[in-house]
């Protein structure tokens, strides 16, 4: 049960992320407005909170991808 909503959550999080780059290749495409003109002047204006933001997102990150080496979403068996 655990891994299928692991598995889940993570395809979805791709998912969101494929259609952020795919709507943001457009943007730049077609001459409209990317996202990454509404990020950077919050960036700008909240520095602190971005960066605790992008050490959350890191953390996060690290602990998923570079999890333990073994564990209910490792590749191998404990040894």
């Known amino acids: ?3 299928r ?3 889940a959550t993570v395809t979805a999080l791709f998912g969101v992320i494929t259609l952020l780059l795919t709507f943001e290749t457009w943007a730049l495409l077609t001459g409209h407005t990317p996202i990454t003109q509404y990020i950077r002047p919050a960036v700008h204006a909240f520095p602190g909170y971005a960066f605790v933001i992008a050490v959350v ?3 996060l990150l690290g602990h ?5 080496a073994w564990g209910p ?3 191998v068996k404990k040894p």
């Open 5 to 7: 909503l692991f598995s």
């Open 73 to 75: 979403t490792s590749p």
């Open 57 to 59: 997102i890191g953390i």
């Open 64 to 68: 998923f991808l570079w999890g333990p």
């Open 1 to 3: 049960m655990i891994g």
